[in-house]
């Protein structure tokens, strides 16, 4: 499907600057007709060949330039529940990059050229959002010791106390990207992403951007989900006994929920730039302006700018947390 002006025939997009759909050719805003059909193989609008990826779920058609979203992979199994617009438009995704990179002297000349930065694209990235109720026991004996002086003799006294712990925490969201294209580093550096944001899905959100769908289901992925949620849960617990000396566990049982999973898609503004046969990936973050990647100078580990452009919630932001009882 494309999308297009009810004025002039153009193709509408998403513009994020604005919030809704925008038509670049007259101005006019909200004024699409959602055009069915096409195929992966054939551009709706004017009929040109596609080459489209395995994943892909929208494109650009290279003769019309329209942007197209792929019906085939927005249905069925492959509709998305959720998703998180573009926040950051494409202006604003090349002023951070220039921000950041824009009088570094020994970066290649045509780096940070306007050319270059022009090739940046917009990709909805798959995820699955995993919701869990996790039940903690926990049993064991902590001491507290405490020591003084008394003439030439120290005294030690260590008590010993009885530490038992119910914990119920309910974990709403944990993200884990479906894309093989995408490095796990590079996804987790980029999070978090705000998601009080999330939207119902509709394929209007995707005209102007490319996107992908999963690659792998979601119960291939949960191992990451679970371990993401039982390390928030053993941290949480061990920090509910921080103020005792030592601790001798007796029970320490961890029972984790599936309580629902959800199929998302994120902003990413996507910028590749090749210099002495290698290929330089940089990402930034579409809601909130977060920057990862490397200069071809400064060849050391992945950076992660801190360049966001509205104040995140805390960074553990899927968790919500309930404590139902401590004993
Ligand atoms: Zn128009
Ligand atoms: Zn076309």
Redesign the pocket.
Known sequence: MIFKCKNCGGNVVFEPSRGRMYCPHCGSEDSEDTVQGGSLTQ?V????PLQVQDYTSASQ?E????YIVFNERVEGVYEPHLLIPFRISKEQAVAIMEKEFGRRVFTPLDFMSTKSLEKMVGVYVPFWLYDYKACYDFAGEGTRVRSWRSGNTEYVETSYYEVLRKMDVEFDKIPVDASYAMEDGVMDLMEPYDYRMLQNFEPRYMSGFYGEVYNQGAPELEGRAQAKARNASEELMRASYAGYSSMKTFRNDLELQRDGVNYALMPVWEYGYRYKDKTYLFHINGQTGRLIGRTPVSVGKVLSYGASVFALVTAACYLAIRFMEIL
């Open positions: 551009c609008n004017c009929g040109a058609c003769h019309c330039g329209s």
